[in-house]
């Protein structure tokens, strides 16, 4: 509705209402073939629709102004010269289009090859707007020609929007006489100042994610209305200990539900919500041997009200010290417990304890980083056994002492017997009063191999040493976990791998002979799913200078359209710094379609100087009339496309927060995107037409 608003006030009613119809033409098509695909009508490929609904009218845009430009020049109201207007028409313009639409669909492309869940995430989207566009070149070619050739009714000349419209046009081109056509007049005169300008933009908007300002995160922050808290003990306390740390988290959480209900409870209004008991739906409480796990979820009044990280920070500081005890809170789509995670490994286990605490302590120095914990968690006491001299003498192996010492401990199986259903199993073993120390351990005789007997103690060491609560072993080796957490406001997690990564890490491994240090999962897909992007990314771009530069026959013409395409990357820069956004895959994607789009309303102006340029003239000349002939299709098509995205860009369901920055990338790239069309493309042409 939106969309074919914008077309009703720009364009005349029977442009509009055809190009309107051409969207739902594209919709069907792209429904007919989703299935073939395997692309199911989900909350991704229906956001996918929701992005094309701007974007598929840029054609239809393009080829109804050039065949109402047609038919007015011949002022002719017959049926068969208005068809041959019609194919004049979209003769004058089909090169462009058909240039534009691929340029598109190859900027779309890179989000269908990424690898992971970023891959599978983002190819029903990408497959749902390729398939709208390509039935969206069909219908602008073949079908909207056809309706724009049919004599127009008189009847439709007399309603208010008719006469409306011309008050908006002639604003329109009073805004481009006044200030668009002196500004760009200026521009051209100042050429080299003006890319001088964009360039140093470019260069801004670089260092500011660079410099960590802007973060790079796998996902968007996705708040979620319902989350999970995570509470674990360590294994040497006893299950008492886990309820105790439980209650007091429990505690915490009424507390601050009860305070937030008495709030909301004086301020409601009569008649609104009166009776709603809680701004949470409920706690729900699991308490195991070591640890705990707390479920919640806001009510419909809480989701309105309540900010999550607000209430996550306010929980967190009423539970107070746990002591030992860690506690997560996870409540973001994708959410893992800790930011930065290193998996330590050595050939010799003992350099472990010393490597995983000298990296602690250099984690813990950076600001913003906190919780930083290792997995070397203590466990409950081992008794452990070592071999004597004489036992090896009288040929003992380690294995048959524990061997025997667990048969006696815990038991060796010797009937199974059936009791209705369930099946009994008879253990022998030491009575419970003659396992209950280590004198009587080491008084347990053991057979020789020779059939004599002789207690454990004169065959091995008996010592009881502090035990480990897990062992963690890749590739046969064991490893030690370090983790923490890093505060977001006050640290970049990718600023501070590239620094460890680069001084600190470097200095453990010369300290520490034989040390493996590797990083985290997430971070490994983070950099898998960011190299395939940057090469689909590349391969995009070579893709569409090939197709500018065969028709155009020219190989610096196709430079000129791609240096839209950083500007509009740099819009989606800024709009995330002030949104306070992290630029998320779906950013990136974004971006990068965005750099296909803009790529369309320079093709627009470059086709238009092709027809009109004269060689006799200043190149100035006809830029300064191509241009400002142009601004209304190309503001028409930034209209439209954020008429689409803006449904989108407001949308408050927790479901679709992770799809927002995806669009606002979109957006943004293609306000600065026109900008580039507009300005930066006609000062480049005239650079390269002066040399």
């Not at 010799?348 to 302590?361: M, R, S, V, Y």
Request: glycine share 6%.
């Amino acid at each position: 509705m939106l969309v074919c608003l914008v077309l009703t006030l720009f364009l005349r009613l029977r442009v509009a209402l055809w190009a309107g119809v051409g969207i739902f033409t594209s919709v069907l098509g792209a429904l007919w073939l989703m299935p073939v695909l395997a692309v199911s009508l989900n909350m991704l490929s229906l956001f996918g629709f929701l992005l094309a609904m701007g974007i598929l009218v840029d054609d239809a845009i393009i080829i109804g102004e050039s065949v109402y430009s047609h038919q007015k020049e011949r002022q002719m109201h017959d049926a068969e010269a208005s068809l041959a207007a019609a194919i004049k028409g979209i003769q004058a313009v089909a090169l462009p289009v058909i240039l534009s639409v691929l340029v598109a669909l190859v900027a779309f492309l890179p989000g269908l090859f990424l690898p992971g869940w970023a891959g599978q995430m983002m190819k029903p989207i990408c497959l749902v707007m390729i398939l709208t566009l390509v039935f969206s070149l069909i219908e602008a070619l073949l079908i909207l020609p056809s309706h724009l050739a049919a004599p127009g009714s008189p009847k439709l000349s007399a309603s208010a929007l008719e006469r409306l419209r011309p008050t908006l046009k002639r604003g329109l081109e009073r805004f481009v006489e006044r200030y668009y056509r002196p500004f760009l007049q200026c521009a051209l005169d100042w050429r080299y100042l003006t890319l001088a300008g964009f360039i140093v933009f470019l260069l801004l908007c670089g260092a500011w994610v660079d410099s960590g300002r802007i973060r790079l995160a796998i996902q968007a922050d996705a708040v979620k209305d319902s989350f999970w808290v995570s509470l674990k003990t360590p294994e040497d306390m006893p299950y008492s200990e886990a309820r105790n740390r439980s209650a007091q988290v429990e505690q915490a959480f009424f507390s601050l539900r009860d305070e937030l209900d008495g709030v909301s409870k004086e301020q409601s209004k009569p008649g609104l919500d009166s009776n709603r008991a809680s701004v949470v739906v409920g706690l729900e409480t699991n308490v195991w041997e070591h640890g705990a796990g707390f479920w919640t979820e806001f009510s419909a009044s809480g989701r309105q009200r309540i900010v999550v990280e607000d209430f996550i920070n306010e929980w967190r500081k009423r539970i107070g010290d746990l002591g030992r005890t860690q506690i997560d809170f996870l409540y973001k789509e994708g959410n893992v417990p800790y930011d930065i995670e290193f998996d330590l490994s050595a050939a010799d286990p003992g350099q472990l304890p010393n490597a995983a605490g000298q990296l602690k302590t250099t984690l813990a120095a950076y600001p913003g980083v906190y919780d930083v914990i290792d997995s070397s968690e203590p466990g409950q006491p081992e008794v452990r056994l070592t071999l004597k001299p004489d036992a090896e003498r009288l040929g003992i192996r380690l294995e048959d002492l524990s061997e025997q010492v667990r048969h006696d401990y815990f038991g060796d199986e010797v009937e199974r017997l059936q009791r209705e259903r369930n099946e009994v199993k008879v253990m022998v073993r030491y009575p419970r009063e003659e396992r209950q120390s280590l004198d009587n351990l080491t008084a347990m005789p053991v057979q020789l191999p020779d059939g004599q007997r002789a207690p454990l103690g004169t065959l091995a060491e008996v010592t009881l040493t502090p035990g480990v609560a897990r062992l963690i072993r890749q590739d046969r080796r064991r490893v030690s976990k370090v983790q923490a957490r890093v505060d977001p406001q006050k640290a970049d997690v990718n600023a501070l791998y590239s620094e460890l990564e680069a001084s600190e890490l470097v200095l453990l491994r010369q300290r520490y002979p034989g040390l493996s240090i590797g990083i985290s999962q997430e971070r490994q897909d983070q950099e898998a799913m960011t190299g395939a992007l940057k090469q689909n990314t590349l391969i995009a771009l070579l893709v569409i200078y090939v197709l500018i530069a065969v028709p155009f026959r020219s190989y610096l013409k196709p430079l000129i359209f791609l240096l839209a395409g950083p500007v509009a990357w740099s819009g989606a820069i800024v709009a995330h710094g002030l949104a306070g956004l992290p630029l998320s895959m779906e950013s990136l994607v974004g971006m990068i379609a965005a750099s296909g789009v803009v790529v369309n309303d320079s093709l627009v102006l470059l086709d238009y100087l092709k027809e009109h340029q004269d060689p006799k003239k200043p190149i100035s000349d006809p830029i300064c009339e191509a241009c400002p002939a142009c601004f209304r299709p190309i503001l028409l098509a930034f209209l439209t496309n954020f008429a689409g995205f803006l449904p989108a860009l407001l949308e408050t369901s927790p479901q679709a927060q992770f799809l927002i920055p995806m669009t606002l990338s979109l957006s943004a790239g293609l306000l600065l995107g026109m900008a580039a069309s507009l300005i930066l493309t006609p000062v480049c042409y005239t650079v390269l037409g002066k040399r």
